[in-house]
């Protein structure tokens, strides 16, 4: 099944450093990539829409100058969280949603990495 | 705002079929059903999907009502692994892809 992997699975840093997540499609190439962050007890929170060679589309009320996305290939997009403050830990997850004319209906087309963790001090 | 109504938590007993509802009573005629789950600390995983018809595949059976204001998630033979919070999600193909989670149902398979 298609695969998407995020880099890296947890990570902890100093407060008012930045902090680069990756995520990539390993086996199918997409245009778009969603990004969400999870805290504790909670949902999923749809942060941003990530479309490959455009800007990212962010979700009311996510400060986009906080969390830089960036898309630059069909397999890869980054999450970068910028100045992180101890109430930026959470557990960030991307989607990757395979391209049209790939067969996609079969499966529901959008394919979840694993997840990176992310704790600031 | 997530579009479905499901029950906070549920148990089941191993090796029973788990039995998951979902309420979507505001569903539009584009709109498909998705389910998909999340073990702790880990990615969702995609479960199943459909538009009216029941679907079956190797993890599980999906029925749509036909008036499809509701649906129901079917794990025939649950196992502990099967724990997990399960989330139904409608969303039309139209959407860009973007899947709105809701607070989903949190499964506990007891042996």
């Known amino acids: ?121 | 705002d997530a579009k479905t109504t499901q029950p906070p938590s549920m148990d089941c007993a191993e090796g029973r079929a788990a039995n998951l509802p979902c309420n979507h009573s505001t569903i539009s005629g584009n709109e498909y059903v998705y389910w998909y789950r999340q073990i702790h600390s880990q990615g969702p995983q995609y479960i199943i999907h459909g538009l009216k018809n029941n679907e079956t595949n190797e993890m599980a059976s999906l029925i749509i009502t036909e008036d499809r204001k509701s649906s129901t998630l079917i794990l025939p033979h649950a196992t502990l692994r099967d724990t997990a919070v399960y989330y139904c999600i409608v969303r039309g193909n139209n959407q860009g892809g973007k899947l709105i989670f809701g607070q989903g149902t949190e499964l506990s398979v007891k042996p």
Request: some cysteine; hydrophobic content about 35%; proline content about 2%.
């Open chain 1, 1 to 121: 099944g298609a695969v998407v992997s995020q880099h890296p699975s947890w990570v902890i840093c100093k407060s008012g450093t930045s902090v680069k997540i990756e995520c990539r499609s390993l086996d199918f190439q997409a245009t778009t990539m969603f990004w969400y962050r999870q805290f504790p007890k909670q949902s999923l929170m749809l942060m941003a829409t990530s479309n490959e060679g455009s800007k990212a589309t962010y979700e009311q009320g996510v400060e986009k100058d906080k969390f830089l996305i960036n898309h630059a290939s069909l397999t890869l997009s980054t999450l970068t969280v910028t100045s992180a403050h101890p109430e930026d830990s959470s557990f960030y997850i991307c989607s990757a949603r395979r391209t049209s004319g790939q067969g996609y209906f079969s499966t529901g087309e959008l394919f979840f990495g694993e997840g990176s963790r992310l704790t600031v001090l």
